[in-house]
């Protein structure tokens, strides 16, 4: 029986692509384990299947800011390394796929260290620093978007395109509405912050409110621990985050503010959702969002509005413009190929096994 070991956490962005390749392997009867942290969204997800061997192992975070806990992490991390070593000693994996994220670091060190070969993807334009430092100890580097080419160096590159989660197109604009309890009387506008919210969006969201609803019935995924009680008004839902039911939600949904996080925005392309997307800063992130937002951009998939710019009147007029243009969006959008990346990356897995 062959076996294949994942690892990717941190964020649903960093699971996404695991999600949809996992079932394929378990399909063809491969054994599949995964290791990710001790307590990050990437355990509750995976629980999900029955079938996946989970391992925890420590990890810490290279933050680009002082903080005290960057004197324990290092610590942290070493100690990650050692357990990832050992599981991966004693599972002896064909080949291991990296999704990145910083618990993956370890992971795919503890795969070289043992001889396995590893295949790394990337989401977004410009690799991740937890990517970036493990590209040399890879085998290969599987990409979305065609430019991020340019942006390694070292590393077998080869680009598969978007991989986008399996059911997404099975969603039930209905199911969705009776979810939502949404009459849609009025089209329905998705806020989405990325897969841990965005404080800043939420803020202006709710300055802009009003203005919203009077336009669209709203249902904004506010991520975790950022709900607010005392909002209950007509035509307006608010979630910390959606599991199962986002392919409904989208399906019943007009158009999109997010963020412009990889995972996210190529969902919202391949339904042909038009979005104004609000990437994250350079100092929030690495700019990786404003590269992805202006790359779609280009394509006249989106509209941006970078978050200095983000207002309660800039996000209200912009959506408006948005949905009075969505036609032009969606057409092209429309125009995009049909590139089945996950198949297409399912065989790569599959050739670089390790002889
Ligand atoms: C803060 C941070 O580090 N963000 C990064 C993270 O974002 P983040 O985790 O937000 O990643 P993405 O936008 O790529 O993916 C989010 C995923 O979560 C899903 N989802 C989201 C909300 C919800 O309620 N339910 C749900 O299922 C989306 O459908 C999508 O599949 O990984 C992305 C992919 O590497 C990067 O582009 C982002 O810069």
Redesign the pocket.
Known sequence: MKKILFTGG?????V?VNLALIPRFLKEGWAVSYIGSHDGIEKQLIAKLPDVRYSGISTGKLRRYMDWQNVKDPFKVIGGAMQAYRIIRKLKPDVVFSK?GFVSVPVVFGAWLNRVPVVIHE??LTP?LANRIAIPFAAAVCTTFPETEKHLRSAKTRFVGAVV?DGLDAGSANRGRVFCRLDGSKPVLLI?G???GARKINETVRLALSRLTAEFQVVH?CGKGQLDPELDLPGYRQ?T???DE?PDILAMTDVVVS???????F?FLALRKPMLLIP?TKEQ?RG??IL?ARSFEASGYCEVLEEENLTADTLASGVSRLYRDREAYIGRMEQTGQKDALSDLFHYIKQTVRS
């Open positions: 941190g964020s649903a962005g960093h996404t990145g989401s977004d991740g989660r989405m990325g897969s841990l995924l979630f985050y959606i599991g986002l963020r412009a996080g990889s995972n996210s925005i969902e994250l992130s990786d969002q992805n």
